[in-house]
């Protein structure tokens, strides 16, 4: 048996680290590239994801800047979030590229479609935030506060708090994907997810709780969907169900 050098070992490493800081440099790139053709438009992007809130305050009042450099840094840091959101699909591409040749061509026509789907449950699940969430969650806010109090919102705050539902809700709409993942892994099957529901439900009304603003309509609004997409990842985690050791070599041979 002839010896394996420690060149000849090293070589495939080196290759997979060169082509790693390639892709990443690639997607850093388009990042920065979406970045520069948004950043012009800064501040009506963060009018757009603003409006929500300042369509529901009290007449006379608006938002503010509590610090001097809030006003310019707040709509970089709003377009800098949204141009990785919108390169989500060119970077999933890229990772999809770099772990696609040590995957099993079986693997490759499962993984595919979900490296899609996902992006767009990802999309879905920001849209359904702004123009769902949003309008109730800051209509009851708004219509609560105490009888001498104005509502000034910061503008930063009010960044923080929209980004964390929007990952949020993004994450949670990724639901069909992590049962479709579980049950093609062979961590648990269709079945026992069925007889698992009654704790799925109480489950979903938990994030719910956590995942949103301290009232029962948004709480309310993220459990539903995560429970009616849990039920369609259900549905089709059957066409994922892990095979046995001999169907995969069986379907390799072919």
Not at 9 to 34: C, D, F, G, K, W
Not at 90 to 104: N, S, T, V
Not at 217 to 235: C, D, H, K, V, Y
């Amino acid at each position: 048996m002839s010896e394996v050098k420690p060149e000849q070992s090293a070589a495939p490493l080196i290759s997979h680290l060169m082509e790693l800081r390639n892709r990443l440099l690639q997607a850093v790139m388009a990042v920065a590239v979406i970045f520069l053709g948004l950043v012009y438009f800064a501040n009506d992007i963060y009018y757009f994801v603003a409006e929500p809130l300042t369509s529901r305050l009290p007449e006379g009042t608006s938002m503010i800047a509590t610090d001097v450099a809030t006003p310019f840094f707040t709509p970089i840091k709003l377009t800098i979030v949204l141009s990785i959101f919108l390169a989500m699909p060119y970077l999933l591409y890229q990772a999809w590229g770099f772990i696609a040749p040590g995957l099993y061509q079986h693997e490759k026509r499962l993984i595919a479609p979900l490296v899609f789907f996902s992006a767009v449950l990802f999309y879905g699940g920001i849209a359904f935030a702004y123009y769902v969430v949003f309008p109730l969650a800051f209509q009851f806010f708004t219509s609560v506060a105490p009888e001498g109090v104005t509502i000034a919102t910061d503008i930063s705050s009010y960044l923080d708090f929209v980004l964390k539902l929007f990952f949020a809700f993004g994450l949670a709409f990724e639901i069909p994907i992590a049962t479709l993942l579980l049950c093609w892994t062979g961590a648990t099957t269709p079945a026992q997810l069925k007889a698992k529901r009654p704790y799925i439900v109480v489950a979903a009304f938990v994030i719910g709780m956590l995942l949103t603003p301290p009232d029962i309509i948004s709480q309310t609004m993220l459990a539903i969907p995560m429970l009616l997409l849990f039920e369609l990842g259900l549905l089709f985690s059957r066409f994922y169900v892990k095979k046995s050791t001999e169907d995969e070599d069986a379907s390799e041979v072919q």
